[in-house]
């Protein structure tokens, strides 16, 4: 059974485009994250919920903005994409913030931007 | 910022070898964990050591964690072809999040 679940699994946009992408997680996590994933590269943390608490990383940029409108939806917004920011964008899930909670993942959305 | 750096970048082995590849962090950490991504997809938890630990098994897989030398390793013995995918570790210092190796990519040949 699904998980985290991500949509689309493909997305192409223009440059400048916005572009929204969505995660939906069955777990009941209080957590969830999004990651951004370039080609050979460690999954780089965006931000994270805790419930509807929003964490930023001091690196992400302003062009990426994040929703929570219930537990189970999260999304990813690029307000202006650049080419720099084809990746994929991995969401995953915890049930705390603990240090031994597990975090899972969904397949991620490869982005490309043209 | 990126803690962990994983060793070999690559790795390329037979059908039944083991695999083994290693971790070195940065700083002291809370736990350690070893996570599997196949081509294209997402990561997948695999393992996880707490700092006070030296050794953990699951399976085919064996851990090691030398805190003193900041580094660990994971085994994968009896390699199969589904073995075959990127791994990563990931660390946690003082908080929850985790910071993630660049990976290693095993080839497991048939």
């Known amino acids: 059974d699904a998980m985290v679940i991500q949509n689309p699994r493909y997305q192409v946009t223009q440059f400048g485009k916005p572009v929204t992408l969505s995660c939906s997680q069955t777990?009941?996590?209080?957590?969830m994250y999004w990651y951004q994933q370039k080609s050979s590269q460690a999954p780089k943390l965006l931000f994270h919920?805790?419930?509807?608490?929003?964490?930023n990383e001091a690196d992400t940029p302003d062009n990426f903005q994040s929703r929570r409108p219930n537990t189970s939806f999260c999304f990813l917004d690029i307000r202006s994409p650049g080419l720099g920011d084809a990746a994929m964008y991995l969401c995953?899930?915890?049930?705390?913030?603990?240090?031994?909670?597990?975090?899972?993942f969904g397949p991620g959305t490869r982005l490309t931007v043209l | 910022s990126q803690q962990g750096e994983e060793d070999p970048q690559a790795l390329s082995i037979q059908e039944g070898e083991n695999a083994t590849m290693n971790c070195s962090y940065k700083?002291?950490?809370?736990?350690l964990q070893w996570y599997r991504q196949n081509s294209g997809r997402g990561l997948v938890h695999l393992i996880l050591i707490r700092s006070n630990e030296r050794e953990k098994h699951s399976g085919r897989l064996r851990v090691t964690l030398d805190t003193s030398k900041k580094s660990s390793s994971l085994l994968i013995t009896a390699s199969r072809a589904a073995d075959t995918a990127s791994y990563f570790c990931?660390?946690?210092?003082?908080?929850?999040?985790?910071?993630f190796g660049a990976g290693t990519t095993v080839t497991v040949r048939a």
């Open positions: 990931a660390t946690d210092s003082n908080d929850y999040k985790l910071s």
């Open positions: 995953a899930t915890s049930r705390g913030s603990g240090a031994t909670d597990t975090q899972y």
């Open positions: 919920y805790y419930d509807k608490d929003f964490n």
């Open positions: 700083t002291s950490i809370n736990n």
């Open positions: 777990l009941n996590h209080n957590v």
